[in-house]
């Protein structure tokens, strides 16, 4: 089985896909502060691009959740991106994120621990390491070791 992805929609959540993806997933989680300062300054990533701009602040209220609602929410063809919506996760989707992260994901590492992650992952499943494991594909202006300044968050 293989899980599409919608052209230019790239937070779809495992809802849809769930039962066909179930222990199989592999999935690498980012520190969730980086990871609402890289969307802001990604275009405001699955900011609803009818409102305005919005500050740091707005946008990080908004995001809030957002990958325990791609976990946990159920969604449709009409509201693929369950980020979207700036509504914060339920205790009872929280609760169906961490049940399907105990089940369906067999591999799950940390994007600020990039290297060691592809290392346990090879320890966990096989293969050798390749050099090609390591490069950055994806590159932004924000491409060096370093992390965002997260001080405005707080």
């Known amino acids: 089985p293989q ?10 959540g495992i809802d849809l896909r769930y039962d066909i993806n179930k222990g199989h997933i592999v999935s690498m989680f ?7 300062v890289s969307g802001y300054y990604d275009d405001y990533h699955s900011w609803d691009p ?3 701009p919005p500050s740091l602040q707005e946008y990080a209220k908004f995001i809030r959740g957002c990958q325990t609602k791609m976990l946990g929410r159920s969604v449709t063809c009409d509201t693929p991106n369950p980020c979207m919506d700036g509504v914060p996760p339920t205790l009872q989707e929280t609760r169906l994120a961490l049940q399907r992260l105990r089940e369906a994901v067999a591999f799950l590492g940390i994007t600020d621990q990039w290297d060691l992650s592809i290392c346990f992952f090879h320890a966990k499943f096989g293969g050798e390491c390749l050099p090609t494991d390591f490069l950055n594909i994806n590159p932004n202006f924000n491409d060096t070791l370093s992390t965002y300044d997260t001080a405005e968050l707080e």
């Open 50 to 52: 009818s409102l305005p």
């Open 3 to 12: 899980l599409l992805m919608p052209t230019g929609i790239w937070h779809v």
């Open 30 to 36: 980012r520190q969730p502060e980086q990871r609402v």
